[in-house]
């Protein structure tokens, strides 16, 4: 996949394709998705083709992978979330971050006010640092163009979910940058099954 830190020059960006895995890595595809709008907080987007994420908060993607079948006692070596952009609003670049989720919830009911039904974000928009996602990014991306994949490592984030025992709720993307703008990333429900999200783990047997 293209790197978050050198995005090749828009003129030579090559067709969107699958993206080359890590050696020995093994793939897992989200198994579930959805995003938090804050202009439409009643509003369900597990079925969106798109995850769009608007800097300031102001929409917020959240995926969440199984990975119980990775031994607790297994080394984890390296963990890649890719991305592709599908899409965005205008030319602003924002900083994506992702940071762990604190709180289950259910794709299907998730909303801008509630984490499934009968729960509600302890701050709505699942800001509350304590109770619905910690305020520590667990890995950054600068985006810039769109038609590109990016990368996030989550290698600490997966030591803790495998090896810590740590509630693995998922994590969620946040967007921030001086200007007002949108990127729209392929979700787990997009037509074009090449750019889906993925991501890939190595990690040692015990």
């Not at 890719?82 to 909303?111: C, P």
Request: include cysteine; hydrophobic fraction near 40%; glycine fraction near 4%.
């Amino acid at each position: 996949p293209t790197s978050s830190k050198t995005p090749k020059p828009e003129a030579a960006i090559p067709p969107a394709g699958t993206p080359t895995p890590l050696p020995g890595a093994v793939r897992f595809d989200p198994m579930a998705d959805t995003v938090l709008d804050q202009w439409a907080p009643d509003t369900s987007a597990m079925v969106a083709d798109k995850l769009q994420v608007r800097q300031g908060d102001i929409k917020v993607p959240l995926l969440a992978f199984d990975v119980s079948a990775i031994p607790q006692d297994a080394q984890i070596e390296k963990a890649i979330l890719s991305l592709y952009i599908v899409s965005r609003s205008n030319t602003g670049e924002m900083n994506l971050t992702a940071h762990k989720l604190l709180r289950a919830w259910n794709a299907a009911e998730a909303n801008w006010t509630i984490a499934r039904k009968g729960q509600p974000w302890a701050v709505a928009g699942c800001k509350d640092p304590q109770q619905d996602r910690s305020s520590v990014a667990v890995a950054k991306a600068l985006l810039r163009l769109d038609k590109v994949w990016y990368d996030l490592d989550l290698t600490a984030l997966l030591r803790d979910w495998v090896n810590n025992g740590s509630l693995n709720a998922g994590l969620l993307l946040a967007g921030s940058g001086t200007p007002s703008v949108q990127y729209d990333i392929a979700s787990m429900e997009y037509y074009d099954k090449n750019v889906r999200p993925r991501l890939w783990v190595v990690y040692q047997q015990p």
